[in-house]
């Protein structure tokens, strides 16, 4: 098949298909694996809590890792867990149910000092598996390994954070008079938790909601991601030793089978989940009281970075490419697209495509390793798909090797110049593919940016001055945060997170998660 080639830079508009074969090629044989990373014998889950620990005589789902893999190249099993069925799912509701008694079961009733020690008795015991859910996160998900023990340190540092921040809510004054009557404050939990995290990631995000939601007397039932499920196995003791019976609950299986029901149900009480939005509407649509339903939903976004005129260029593309490909582009505030003025904006995407290029790849225990295999088996082929497609409509692509297979990892793809009728313009590729999209105007920018159906954060490149302070003043009114010549980002955690339109609704942060979870109740008297 003829390339055609870009004069003097070796890029190229060929068709992806032409690149690379769609099977993982690894060379002459797979990766050697690290004696900490190879588990061994498979970890086959056979239990599960529901109203304390229960055996799964049934059916399991295989999970194939994204770094283990066979001498052909497929994908090695690490393990198995339970696929559950309806009637699993509708006695971890009972079990939850039974815990919470209508705010009058044992969890809801015990003292906020009695809640606390069982939450800081469950942040020891799952320090104690620090390595096994480490190595899981490597395995599983193919985060690096700097980047898996961030995560688990992160949450162990989310634990106690929210416990402090709860000591400190339920420590405050409650009385207050107002107009000849006194009123007793105080809030109340909402009843069931549905929790339900993502894959990128499992053990920090799901924690991050799960947690508050405990300590303001919610019991919970969890259902882990698809991908990332099995670095819950070695918490599971944990969770079972610190907290009463059925105050946390953990289902495994097909969505649709075991979300259906509950939901359906009507007794669900708030919904937590962390995900697509086509999914959540899913969901959501199931409940007989959907408007009414309490939740917390974290959704899609396509954040973007806005190059202005008189931007340091160079800084902004090292800092862009972080934040567009840390993970492979795998976080819901990486920056999915990069607006940059028509006259600079080939220079900026080469400039982007060689940085991209130049991320180390391989597996994630190498030291220093910037991309990884893609944990989700057919990720690729959708991506190759909007590559394809932006092409075909007039994209190139502005690295060599940018869309390839190479040694199982995907190498990313720059794409310029994009425009609003490929498919990259307006979906969210959550992987990495980088669209650089030319303007003339910031009047553009906004248009575009008022059009996303979701929208968490932007981050702005400029130089100091009116021009940075004009562009940020009308970002900041469409999106929850704006970053100055910053990639964005989630924390930390004690500041505000949330989405617009259709990104998310409502807020965490380390206090604002416990007001979230819990509703004010009053007792009020005449005043004497």
Known sequence: MIQREIAGTGISDRPVSDQTEQQPNFGRQAPAVPSRFDLGTPINQRSYLCGGEKQW??????????????????????????????????????????????????WPSMSPEGRIACMRQFAARMLEKRDQVVTLLVLEIAKTVPDAEKEFDRTIELIENTVEAYEKLVSGDREKSFEGVAAQLARSPYGVVLNMGPFNYPLNETLQTLVPALLMGNTSIVKPPRIGVLLFEPLMEAFKESFPSGVVNFIYGDGREIITPLMQSGEVDFLSFIGSTPVAKAILGQHPSEVALPRYLGLGSVDPAIILPHADQRAAVEEGVRGALTFNGQRCTALKRFFVPSVSGAEFAQALGEKASALRRGMPWDPGVQLTPLAEEDKGAKMRELIEDAVAHGARIMNPDGGR???????????????????????????????????????EVIAALKAAPGRHQASVFGAEGADLETAVGAVSRLVHRVNVNTQCQRGPDALPFTGTGEAGIGTISISDALLMFSTPRLVVRKST
């Open 405 to 443: 297979e190479i040694d199982g990892v995907f190498v990313p793809a720059v794409l310029f110049p994009v425009t609003p009728e490929m498919r990259i313009y307006r979906e969210e590729q959550f992987g990495p593919v980088v669209p650089v999209i030319p303007y003339d105007d910031l009047s």
């Open 57 to 106: 005589d049934g059916a399991l789902q295989e999970v194939t890792s994204p770094v283990l893999h066979n001498a052909d190249g497929t994908r090695r099993v690490m393990g198995a867990y339970p696929v559950l069925k309806a009637e699993q799912a509708l006695e971890a509701l009972d079990a939850a149910k039974k815990a919470y008694d209508d705010g009058l079961g044992p």
